[in-house]
């Protein structure tokens, strides 16, 4: 606030008249611009701050997009990569697979006639066990329900018949029948 001795001084320099107001108007645009040329000059500072703040935030900002942009490249190399040893290792398991279902599809004559006799023995000991004991005694051991333990009776039977008509239909001598050996 000022002084009554400047408010007076100020007050004489205001005469009424026109030429003295415009002056007047003149003396107040000159002060309100040297005190706007004085607040510029006091927030020069402040706005040099704010400038090398705004640079600061930029560089750390710029420095997290890059670790962000890092991190999903290396997301992306992951996931390629990944997808890579799956398609790798799915070929493997086909190829694997399509070499189990060969080799289980082309037996030896040797594993053929050793199957076909261990087929027969199984067929045999189904029938025999049938013979002392009913398809429900028969059902848990081998771990099926009384329904299908009696169609493996039956199935045995006709495989025994089948066989023992195929046997028969072979040439052989009358002394001595030839059985196949179990292993």
Do not use: C, W
């Not at 607040?39 to 706005?47: D, R, S, W």
Request: glycine share 2%; net charge positive; hydrophobic share 35%.
């Amino acid at each position: 606030m000022a002084s009554t001795s400047q408010s007076a001084s100020r007050r004489s320099l205001r005469p009424h008249t026109t030429p003295n107001v415009r002056e007047n108007a003149r003396r107040q645009r000159e002060r309100l611009l040297a005190r706007q040329a004085e607040l510029e000059a006091l927030a020069g500072p402040i706005h040099e701050a704010t400038d090398k703040l705004s640079k600061l935030e930029a560089a750390v900002a710029s420095r997290a997009q890059a670790r962000l942009k890092k991190i999903e490249r290396l997301e992306q190399t992951r996931d390629r990569r990944i997808k890579k040893i799956q398609e790798e290792y799915a070929a493997k398991i086909a190829e694997i697979q399509r070499e189990m279902k060969a080799s289980t599809e082309t037996l030896t004559p040797q594993e053929r006639e050793q199957e076909s006799s261990l087929l027969r023995e199984y067929a045999e000991a189904i029938v025999t066990f049938s013979r002392s004991a009913s398809a429900s005694e028969l059902a848990p051991l081998l771990g099926v329900s009384t329904r299908e333990a009696k169609t493996l009776i039956l199935q045995a039977k006709a495989d025994l018949g089948a066989a023992d008509v195929a046997g028969s239909d072979a040439p052989s001598s009358d002394d001595q029948q030839t059985v196949p050996a179990a292993s």
